[in-house]
């Protein structure tokens, strides 16, 4: 019942927008008073929040929500029939084989991703090969999961 890390960081800023911006509390109070109250719980327990405190409080606040909030908790998927929960991440195989049956576009994403871009390759091998030739000089959990991309 664990989610990514991927998902906590932008639920954090998504706490902070909540917090700190005018509109969104003028169109959604529910948003408002249920992240404000999380934040006040975790600011007062704790000294310095990480993603994974967040998910944690996150989750134990849903746990006894009803009504609007429940729905809420639903959609940042911190419930317990929540669709859009997270549960693993998910690995992609780096070999050839597997690179060939993704999409040029997929493997633009790829390489966009670690902020390279192949500017003379015009059929789909020279993408892999760039990939390929690549994939060692990043980092392993950077190369090896794109849960949001694919």
């Known amino acids: 019942m664990s989610l990514t890390s991927s998902f906590a960081t932008p639920l954090l800023l998504l706490l902070c927008f909540v917090?700190?911006?005018?509109?969104?509390?003028?169109?959604?109070?529910?948003?408002?008073?249920?992240?404000?109250?999380?934040y006040n719980?975790?600011?007062?327990?704790?000294?310095?929040?990480?993603?994974?405190?967040?998910?944690?409080?996150l989750i134990r606040a849903c746990t006894e929500t009803t009504g609007k909030e429940n729905r809420l908790c639903y959609y940042l998927g911190a419930s317990s029939d929540a669709a859009a929960k997270v549960t693993e991440?998910?690995?992609?195989?780096?070999?050839?084989?597997?690179l060939?049956?993704?999409?040029?576009?997929?493997?633009?994403?790829?390489?966009?991703?670690?902020?390279?871009?192949?500017?003379?390759?015009?059929?789909?091998s020279e993408f892999i090969d760039l990939i390929q030739e690549?994939?060692?000089?990043?980092?392993?959990?950077?190369?090896?999961?794109?849960t949001e991309e694919f």
Do not use: N, Y
């Open 19 to 38: 917090l700190f911006s005018v509109t969104v509390a003028e169109e959604c109070e529910v948003c408002e008073e249920f992240l404000g109250r999380l």
């Open 41 to 57: 719980s975790l600011v007062i327990r704790h000294t310095e929040l990480s993603p994974e405190l967040v998910e944690d409080g």
């Open 89 to 98: 991440r998910a690995v992609l195989d780096w070999s050839r084989d597997a």
């Open 100 to 124: 060939s049956k993704m999409r040029v576009l997929d493997l633009k994403r790829v390489l966009a991703s670690w902020g390279e871009e192949c500017r003379a390759c015009l059929e789909k």
């Open 134 to 146: 690549m994939a060692p000089k990043h980092s392993t959990a950077q190369h090896r999961t794109h």
